[in-house]
């Protein structure tokens, strides 16, 4: 019985090696990888930056597993129809959304992570892995202004992290079920949409959600937040939570956070601050003024694959007082038992809501390792800069800018001296798209439709913002005549 059952091991054994490939496979299989990849680099520049067609190509819907197939078949299918149609947001020619670029470094680190695959929830799993997680997460809290006691986590994007907080905020103001439909939470129509997924993940679907006043730079009127937060408690209502912008998504609008941090602290109410894109411009010196009193949040979201250039799928969520964090995600597990002793640093699965859990902060980590601070706060500022410049030039076009932009999102529009303006700029959106060399993207403001500039990739440089300016003229005068 037993020999027959090592011999059913040795021949599945012998089988499931097409897993385990040898060094001459493992070498073969990265040169065409590598190929692949090196030859995308060097033509991105040539290439279109929005491809509309091939949306109807099902190719890669095929769920046939069945048998193995080459490599260089693989990555031909890969290069044919999942490279080209939709938007490209390695191009430097990505003005349309938040973010854009992927740092080669951040990938030789997701490469390195999955190799290695150390798991990085716990710190008796990979005391080397957590210590990175934890160093950038102080890096990034000290550049917020947080000082001692705070506690963070790396998580895969400004949603989770946004998550985070809202639960976070709920159990630290001790938010009971039959208090939900009277808890009230303050933003602005800025206000990122994940907030309100996260309201109601975190069960506060029924909590009363105000919208408040915002200015002609579509930053929050701190005078109606105070007087609504009275109105508010004066109904017997439970205002526990504001949520400001430190550069939203629609058009870069820094609130007032000095002011507003005041009012919660006047009516004990949790502050947040969505910083996912603006954050890390506090690498910059006019931004420390311009976020002023972030510091005094109650938590903080920022997104390094915004304004670091990494890959999607990287949030920083950060509490001022970790002990909120560590209480809305405590836990305990007979199988963790071997872990408990290990107490020398913080484990990210004691703060966040994952348990299984990548080292993504290897991306992080060995960019900054490799390029250091200054090249990162040199990016921004060309960015700061190119903002300014479209800002200047898109006007000289006849285009009108919406309000002045305090970041890289500039919106703006085409008013015809005849017709309808929302429709002009849809027919003017749907040929920039048609024409694809340059992606820029639109939203709705005060019923305006309005088109939208967003600098944030590391391989946008003026180049790609002439092009983009031409392309406007171009298309504006076609639709002219």
């Not at 290990?342 to 490799?370: C, N, Q, Y």
């Not at 390029?371 to 076009?397: I, P, S, W």
């Not at 890289?408 to 048609?434: C, I, S, W």
Request: glycine letters at 6%; one cysteine or more; aromatic letters at 10%.
């Amino acid at each position: 019985m037993i020999s027959e059952l090592t011999e059913q091991i040795k021949q599945s054994q012998w089988a499931a090696r097409a897993l385990e490939p040898d060094h001459d496979r493992r070498k073969e299989a990265n040169d065409i990888v590598q190929e692949y990849a090196e030859a995308f680099l060097e033509k991105l520049r040539d290439t279109k930056t929005y491809i509309q067609a091939g949306y109807d190509d099902a190719t890669l819907s095929d769920t046939d597993f069945s048998h193995p197939h080459d490599i260089d078949r693989v990555i031909h299918l890969l290069e044919k129809h999942m490279e080209n149609p939709g938007i490209n947001p390695a191009h430097g020619g990505h003005l349309g959304y938040i973010p854009g670029g992927g740092l080669y470094a951040a990938a030789l680190g997701d490469y390195l992570a999955d190799v290695t695959n150390k798991y990085a929830g716990v710190f008796f799993a990979s005391p080397g892995a957590v210590r990175i997680e934890n160093a950038l997460i102080e890096w990034t809290a000290k550049l917020v202004g947080y000082e001692k006691g705070f506690g963070g986590n790396i998580t895969s994007g400004g949603s989770i992290a946004n998550l985070v907080a809202v639960t976070t905020a709920r159990d630290a103001k001790q938010l009971k079920a039959k208090d939900f439909d009277r808890a009230v939470v303050y933003t602005t129509k800025q206000v990122h949409h994940c907030i309100d997924k996260a309201l109601i993940i975190a069960g506060l679907r029924e909590c009363v959600v105000r919208y408040i006043e915002t200015d002609a730079q579509w930053r929050i009127v701190p005078a109606a937040l105070q007087q609504q937060v009275e109105e508010d408690k004066n109904q017997g209502l439970l205002p526990f939570m504001i949520v400001a912008n430190a550069g939203s998504t629609d058009v870069g609008a820094i609130d007032p956070l000095q002011e507003i941090s005041a009012i919660a602290k006047q009516h004990g109410l949790w502050l947040h601050v969505d910083a996912a894109y603006g954050g890390y411009f506090l690498l910059l010196d006019e931004y420390k003024e311009k976020m002023k009193s972030i510091s005094e949040a109650d938590s903080v979201v920022l997104d390094p694959h915004k304004g670091l250039f990494l890959p999607y799928g990287t949030g920083i969520v950060l509490v001022k007082q970790l002990k909120h964090l560590q209480n809305a995600f405590a836990y305990e597990a007979n199988y963790m038992q071997d872990t408990v002793a290990m107490t020398d640093s913080i484990s990210p699965a004691d703060v966040s809501p994952e348990l299984s859990k990548h080292f993504r902060g290897l991306r992080m980590w060995l960019p900054l390792k490799l390029y250091g601070e200054q090249a990162f706060r040199d990016c921004l500022q060309e960015k700061m800069l190119l903002t300014k410049y479209f800002t200047n030039k898109v006007q000289e076009l006849g285009y009108e800018i919406i309000c002045e932009p305090e970041m890289t999102v500039v919106a703006y529009r085409f008013v015809p001296q005849t017709g309808d303006a929302n429709e002009f700029n849809k027919k003017l959106m749907d040929a920039m798209h048609k024409d694809g060399e340059i992606f820029i993207s639109s939203t709705m403001l005060d019923g305006k439709f309005v088109l939208r500039f967003a600098c944030l990739s590391f391989r946008t440089h003026i180049e790609h913002v002439d092009k983009l300016l031409a392309m406007l003229r171009r298309h504006k005068e076609e639709l002219l005549k």
